[in-house]
């Protein structure tokens, strides 16, 4: 008997997200291993649970079974031989996984990614990252083979090099598109016209190379995922005429868009309401209401008045232009349209609305100033401090805590959810003459006019109403989110790049300290934290002992030494020698309160316990080793 | 009050000596390793012990288990001393059977009340 295809459709969705699965399994696994507390245990016990929930909707009894024995397990005291079991459960897990993927039914199979790629290197990589994913791959190197390959058999989605040759593959797209195959495009072209150009074709991602693999994985996801599709922009037509409607329609949503009709004048409000629109196309003429009627109502409310209009006319006339102008439109369209003109001017009006610049960064946090503003925005409060020293500026550098699994464990929607809801919380709580800006990923900038200190407690206020948000997923789990923020005063004669990594310094010291907190950086030239020489001073009074002096000596002569141990860890390429040295090391220089120089060698020491062999954490141990000997030597 | 400090590293010693002795009016004995560390406490019978964890050949761990196996040091109550104050490392090393957890690098001035507090 075969099963509805919806039924295969929905399982071959799951099958594909499974080696995700296993690996988050695994990450908290070694989690809990590592730190046997409850806060690790809830996070793999909730992981074990939403498997063993879902499981048998999908027929994979003993994959639910397995789920069950590690939810079971991870509710028993957390002995030694209870985390055995649960790692061999979810060795277990793995395997049943292993085995639902290679011996599923032949409907089931793993889905198919077919990669347009004529350079072998990249080509590879693509298919070796993809099957790691658990995903089958499909290689094509020229327009031909690509289209042969569609033809035969669409693939669940495509990845497609924009640059095949000297050839431009942008007809490539035209004829993928028709088969409803998503595509994503990856080039060399930086040039804002070719991603609009792609965007246009209906590509549903667009990476400049070098490519960042995870977020290519993370897209290939979610275009395989329903109802994660790139959504542009979301477009409402107000018209009567379904001809029209029918006309418009398919070439909006070719180009990504979302595309809401309305031919009832009467549900504009609802469907305004209902849809929340980034743009809206009205007709002139419509019955009830003239199109400028509704453009006048519609700017004279808060909510929509930023949203771009676009009117329809088929009237002739020189005096259309004015009045739809007068009427608050941004621009009209002439009927018949052309596909080109229609696209031409949404795009232009979504641009000027600042909308499609984020949607092609996949980023729907309107409102907040993009990674380039901000960076241009920090550059000129570091010219305006140069010209008036007397302004008071804090940046501050805000990552939300744990976002990666936010994102393996709820989806990535919740989790766009989630930085939206950032974005707009830090918006909405913040002075009008604060900058607030995306930086990239999970990664947020704020410029305050204030100084540190206060800024530091106005974050660590939004970061305590900001842990209280609750947040939903799609299948209505809730869980609360936090984040870590460093802060840094503007000084005089500090150039901007320096502001940014000393408050980039702050982020990473709170987030080594166990995030959700809110750190003030440390001025750079402090190498020494009076927290741990005070007490010295102190002691060296008490006991008449010059005791930092002979710390200091005693530094001195065993640096040597624990910099060629070090080295000679690093030549042998051996984790376990540089953990001990690094940890040694730093013990040394917690006590003469080098504080830098502590936090690398803990950095090191950490990233060695797991075995690896970080050449380039050395090094930054060794010149900040050097700058510690310099001050000690004065 | 006598103290017994194992710890590998010379500096950690020396702050700690100068503090229990100085600041705390305490009698302090040294060691260097595990080994030594257990044969001391079996000798000077001290009233606590201060204890490294990561040490190299026999570590904190390792020691604290030989000392509770010696009819003699059994009672004795040890202080573990760890450079990580992450709290799931610290919960670790309570439940190996230490009296408390102290962070390093010291407090110069206050390491004699921390240890009072944890040993009371």
Same mark, same amino acid.
């Given at each position: ?24 399994? #695994? ?36 994959? %639910? ?28 897990? +793995? ?65 497609? +090099? ?12 035209? #004829? ?23 965007? #246009? ?29 790139? !959504? ?84 002739? %006339? ?43 960064? !996949? ?144 982020? @990473? ?85 080098? !504080? ?39 | ?72 040091? #059994? ?21 190996? %059977? ?20 944890? @040993?009371?």
């Amino acid at each position: 008997m075969s099963e509805p295809a919806w039924k295969v459709d929905a399982k071959r969705r799951y099958y594909v997200s499974l080696p995700a699965k296993t690996k988050l399994l #695994r990450e908290l696994g070694k989690d809990l291993a590592a730190f046997p507390d409850d806060l690790h245990r809830d996070a793999l016990h909730s992981a074990f649970h939403r498997i063993h929930g879902s499981a048998g909707s999908y027929d994979c009894d003993e994959l %639910g079974r397995i789920a069950a024995e590690g939810e079971r397990l991870t509710c028993e005291d957390l002995t030694a031989p209870v985390l055995e079991r649960i790692r061999g459960t979810i060795d277990a897990f +793995d395997a049943e996984v292993q085995r639902l993927i290679s011996e599923g039914p032949e409907t089931l199979h793993r889905a198919r990614i077919l990669i347009v790629e004529d350079d072998d290197v990249t080509a590879t990589l693509l298919q070796e990252i993809l099957e790691r994913e658990g995903l089958s791959t499909q290689r094509a190197a020229t327009h031909g083979e690509a289209v042969a390959a569609i033809e035969l058999a669409p693939p669940q989605a495509a990845i497609i +090099d924009l640059t095949l040759g000297s050839t431009s593959a942008l007809d490539l797209l035209d #004829r993928v598109w028709p088969r409803a195959v998503p595509m994503i495009v990856i080039s060399a072209d930086k040039a804002f016209e070719t991603k609009l150009e792609a965007v #246009r074709r209906g590509c549903a991602a667009y990476f400049t190379k070098p490519v960042e693999w995870e977020e290519l994985v993370r897209k290939v996801r979610a275009v395989l995922e329903p109802g994660l599709q790139v !959504r542009g922009s979301r477009i409402l037509i107000v018209e009567d005429d379904p001809d029209q409607i029918a006309y418009l329609t398919p070439i909006l949503e070719r180009a990504g868009h979302t595309v809401a009709p309305c031919n009832d004048v009467a549900t504009v409000e609802e469907r305004l309401a209902s849809f929340d629109p980034d743009l809206i196309i009205l007709d002139v003429k419509l019955p009830i209401a003239s199109g400028h009627d509704i453009a006048r109502y519609l700017r004279q409310q808060e909510r929509y008045a930023a949203v771009p209009i676009l009117f329809l006319t088929a009237l002739e %006339g020189s005096g259309v232009e004015t009045q739809a102008i007068a009427a608050g439109g941004d621009d009209f369209l002439r009927k018949p349209v052309s596909p080109e003109m229609l696209l031409t001017s949404v795009d232009s009006r979504l641009l000027r609305a600042g909308r499609l610049k984020t949607m092609l960064e !996949r980023d729907p946090l309107t409102g907040l100033l993009t990674h380039r503003s901000l960076v241009e925005r920090i550059a000129n409060t570091v010219a305006l401090k140069q010209r008036n020293a007397s302004l008071v500026f804090s940046l501050v550098m805000i990552d939300v805590d744990f976002f990666k699994r936010v994102n393996d464990t709820y989806g990535h929607l919740t989790g766009d959810h989630v930085l939206s809801s950032l974005g707009s919380f830090l918006l909405h709580h913040l002075r009008g003459t604060d900058l607030v800006g995306r930086y990239g990923g999970e990664e947020f900038g704020v410029i305050l006019a204030a100084p540190p200190e206060q800024a530091v407690e106005v974050m660590r206020n939004l970061l305590r109403e900001f842990s209280a948000v609750t947040h939903r997923s799609d299948d209505g789990v809730e869980f609360h989110v936090s984040f870590t923020a460093g802060v840094a005063g503007l000084e005089a004669l500090m150039s901007a790049e320096e502001w940014k990594l000393t408050a980039d310094r702050a982020l @990473l010291e709170g987030k080594r300290a166990g995030r959700k907190q809110v750190i003030l950086a440390q001025r750079d030239e402090s190498l020494f934290d009076d927290a741990v020489l005070a007490p010295l001073r102190e002691l060296e009074k008490r006991s008449g002992v010059p005791i930092i002096a002979e710390l200091t000596t005693l530094f001195l002569e065993t640096l040597p030494q624990r910099v060629e141990s070090m080295q000679r860890g690093l030549a042998a390429g051996d984790a376990k020698a540089i953990e001990h040295a690094a940890h040694a090391f730093r013990s040394a220089s917690g006590n003469i309160g080098a !504080r830098n120089l502590a936090a690398l060698c803990g950095e090191l020491e950490t990233a060695a316990a797991r075995g690896l062999v970080d050449e380039a954490l050395v090094g930054k141990v060794l010149s900040e080793s050097a700058r510690v000997q310099q001050a000690l030597r004065v | 009050m006598r103290v017994l400090i194992i710890d590998d590293e010379e500096d950690v010693r020396r702050i700690a000596v100068l503090s229990l002795v100085n600041v705390g009016k305490m009698e302090v004995i040294e060691a260097a390793n595990g080994m030594d560390g257990v044969e001391k406490a079996r000798d000077a019978q001290p009233d606590a012990i201060l204890l490294d964890v990561m040490m190299p050949s026999m570590d904190g761990p390792a020691t604290l288990a030989a000392l509770r196996e010696e009819e003699s040091t #059994r009672h004795i109550p040890v202080v573990f001393v760890t450079a990580r104050a992450m709290s799931s490392e610290l919960s670790r090393l309570r439940s190996l %059977g230490a009296q408390g957890v102290l962070t390093k690098p010291f407090n110069a001035m206050t390491l004699p009340d921390d240890l009072r507090a944890i @040993l009371s």
